[in-house]
């Protein structure tokens, strides 16, 4: 009896080992014209991790891609290869958190609401001395905190994504004329004079700050403070800033639209946080954070299928409704709000 207690424990400890290593991420399948994944190439599928294939499966973790056949074989990376005589399949790990490197991401925090964009600018990147701002770590804002959004902008923190939380995520580091940045593959910045992902930023791409040098890539902590205006100004540790966006890839087209800014300056939501700014992050801390990372392939089905203007509406009413979830976290029934929410996106996700 020992002994099968032991394997029932190994057993979950497996099962739940397994879990933690695929948890946020997902599968991007590219099928290509050619034997080496190169050249001509098909519309990406988006797959469940992990991935199964009819001679093994890909996995998708902290550590890389796994690809595993019947032989045993894996390959350790964040893309592998499946070679065929005429074509071929690129498996590519796609996180479900873009945001940027916790350890490594600065931004400028003003310590006056008043202080002049210019001059904080200043403080945080130049040589400036008039003490009204501050190059700290993003890690370090909370709700309703004052940054800059661009060299000639002041955006207010709404509220700061895995702030109590350690999550760690696949990160490209870019490094350009002006200084670095490290963020998430899927992360939506300016490359080239539009907006996209960071994994298209290749060697020569042009930044809103500086020229792309070089390229590698690590695993970091995530961090991702959302502004009023969309964007933020972010830097490394040395050297000047880049203009990058609070919005993941799959949800960019909604929110950095002119009706997806407009609802994001004045939602409820919004207001909220800027009224009761404390209480927002730690109500994001307590109870957000974990919803929207077990509700994330729900809320990603629903913006891929449904048409911008459907969207808006969508979100417009997802708005009021954590919005109610606030009030009635401050009256203490926010798990039966937080309940009501998942009950909705999953009739959304069947109404489709």
Not at 204 to 223: H, N, R
Not at 339 to 352: E, P, S
Request: aromatic share 10%.
């Amino acid at each position: 009896s020992r002994r099968i207690a032991f394997f029932v424990v190994m057993k979950i400890t497996c099962i739940l080992a397994s879990l933690a290593y695929t948890a946020g991420w997902r599968v991007r399948v590219t099928n290509y014209s050619s034997a080496d994944c190169s050249g001509q190439a098909g519309q990406p599928i988006i797959e469940d991790n992990p991935y199964t294939l009819p001679e093994g499966y890909v996995v998708c973790g902290s550590a890389g891609i796994r690809y595993q056949n019947f032989q045993g074989i894996i390959t350790p990376n964040w893309t592998a290869c499946m070679s065929f005589s005429t074509t071929s399949f690129q498996y590519e790990c796609i996180s479900s958190a873009p945001c940027f490197a916790r350890e490594s991401t600065y931004v400028c925090r003003l310590l006056a609401s008043d202080a002049s964009p210019s001059a904080a600018y200043g403080d945080c990147f130049g040589n400036g001395a008039h003490g009204i701002a501050e190059k700290v770590l993003m890690s370090s804002l909370q709700a309703g905190d004052n940054v800059l959004s661009a060299e000639n902008e002041v955006s207010r923190v709404i509220a700061n994504q895995h702030a109590e939380v350690s999550m760690y995520t696949r990160m490209i580091n870019i490094k350009h004329s002006a200084g670095s940045l490290d963020l998430t593959p899927d992360h939506v910045l300016q490359v080239d004079g539009k907006l996209a992902p960071a994994r298209d930023v290749v060697v020569g791409s042009i930044l809103d700050g500086g020229k792309v040098e070089s390229l590698s890539y690590s695993t970091d902590a995530i961090i991702n403070a959302l502004t009023t205006s969309g964007r933020i100004l972010v830097a490394g540790p040395e050297g000047f800033p880049v203009v990058a966006t609070h919005a993941p890839e799959w949800l960019a087209p909604v929110m950095l639209s002119s009706a997806g800014l407009f609802l994001t300056r004045y939602s409820l939501s919004t207001t909220l946080s800027h009224i009761f700014p404390e209480t927002v992050q730690t109500f994001y801390n307590q109870h957000l954070e974990a919803f929207f990372a077990g509700h994330h392939a729900s809320l990603d089905s629903i913006v891929q299928s449904m048409p911008l203007a459907a969207l808006i509406a969508v979100v417009a009413a997802f708005d009021v409704a954590l919005a109610s979830a606030f009030v009635a976290y401050k009256f203490g029934s926010a798990i039966l709000v937080i309940a009501a929410l998942a009950f909705a996106v999953r009739k959304t996700r069947k109404a489709q």
